[in-house]
């Protein structure tokens, strides 16, 4: 098998005195002319070379791993089907329960101001508009974080408390603050990665 002669002249060849010897691959001067060879400098058998292995995709590799949602997000997710479960509630808590001890009745159906109308609707009919505003905003809020959006804790935080002074004030009682605790409590979840983010860049 040739060895392919490597562009690095050696000495003269002690056969024919030419110049003309090279060193082969494996380190050893060969000459062009009288084809003399001298002991090779590295043992050939370490000289292979290798063509580029392609291989095909296996059958058998695992699937490709599935993303996995942030925990933080999937606790923010919960408490705001939890917030959308307890305004929808909280139109039930004070419409229809009713409980036989009165004090217990009262207190689920407690409300702040004694007001009829609000804007020329009822609070009646205002209270459950809004309630159901509240949990409209709580699931579209859930489904929007499920779906791995961060942005949203100014929202929740806002309705969240907006749902709290409606609920004491005019209509939900206490399963209504319940609900806006939960859309407050979704958007302080949200918030502690922003502050982890914020303090690493902060100076120790
Ligand atoms: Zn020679």
Redesign the pocket.
Known sequence: MASPLVGVRADP??????G??YLRADGAPQ??????TGPPRYDSKYLQSWSTVILPPSQTLPAPETPHLDPTLQRTGGLLMAAAVAHVAAVFAVLYVTLPIPWLETLLQYHYLDWTMVLGLSVVTLGIILQSVFAVVAIAGAVVVLGDYKGGAPVFGTVGIAAILFSLLLFGGPVGVAGGALLAAAAAALRPSLRTRSRSYAPA
């Open positions: 060849c002690p056969h024919c005195r030419s003309e010897v000459c062009k002319d009288c084809k003399w």
